[in-house]
């Protein structure tokens, strides 16, 4: 299941398919991104992160990526399974700021 | 314990009514950190506590919200004669010092619904 280069609030992907779930962001001074996942009644875990001087980070059966040209943001996620059925966001952070800016969520439901 | 705690899970108040809402930070971490999020929407960052520094309360709808942070450690935000629309899942994250480019690692929320 993909949303190639725009941003969908739903995704609905087979389980044992890879999954992309892109993130626009707005503000270029940027340089620090998180992608959270929030299963319903709980709060927001961690997936995993990237610093703006990387373009790409991998994680377990997850992978990040950054496009700093065009202020785009990916999370694939390999062989999804039930369990990463869920709402994900990504989340933005300037380099003067603390605050975390939030992007609108996905949600991903795995077929089975 | 391990993770950032919240109490309580659930809250169904009266409009009008008070409420306060605890947060527990991850033992060890200076900073932390208030959002909000309504039915199916993003968060909306409320107010920021890093150490004995003064907290950043910019993103505090109205008067009728308050923040403390007693000892560097809990939180409590409180909502004053609470309305409709304070409905929503009040989340707090704490981060070890509240410096830029820091995970934040978040609680499970306080569900709030005020009739």
């Known amino acids: 299941g993909e949303n190639v280069g725009l941003h969908l609030p739903t995704l609905s992907v087979q389980e044992g398919d890879n999954s992309i779930i892109n993130c626009a962001y707005s503000n270029s001074a940027s340089d620090y991104f998180i992608w959270y996942k929030q299963e319903s009644g709980k709060g927001p875990q961690f997936i995993i992160d990237?610093?703006?001087?990387?373009d790409k980070r991998q994680g377990q059966r997850v992978t990040v990526l950054l496009n700093k040209t065009v202020k785009h943001l990916s999370l694939q996620i390999a062989a999804t399974q039930p369990g990463d059925s869920a709402v994900y966001f990504c989340a933005e952070n300037a380099s003067d700021d603390y605050k975390l800016s939030f992007g609108a969520g996905t949600t991903v439901t795995v077929r089975a | 314990g391990a993770g950032v705690s919240q109490s309580p899970s659930n809250k169904v108040t009266e409009k009008g009514k008070d409420v306060e809402l605890r947060c527990d930070p991850i033992?060890?971490?200076?900073?932390l950190y208030w959002y909000r999020q309504s039915l199916g929407q993003g968060l909306e960052f409320l107010i920021y506590?890093?150490?004995?520094?003064?907290?950043?309360k910019s993103g505090l709808p109205s008067d009728r919200f308050s923040a403390e942070r007693t000892g560097g450690s809990v939180s409590t935000l409180t909502i004053q004669r609470t309305q409709q629309e304070d409905s929503a899942v009040y989340l707090c994250?704490?981060?070890?010092?509240?410096?830029?480019?820091?995970?934040?690692?978040f609680g499970p929320g306080t569900r709030l619904l005020v009739l």
């Open positions: 990237i610093r703006s001087n990387m």
């Open positions: 033992s060890g971490h200076t900073a």
């Open positions: 994250a704490s981060s070890s010092s509240g410096s830029s480019g820091e995970t934040q690692y």
């Open positions: 506590f890093q150490g004995n520094s003064a907290p950043d």
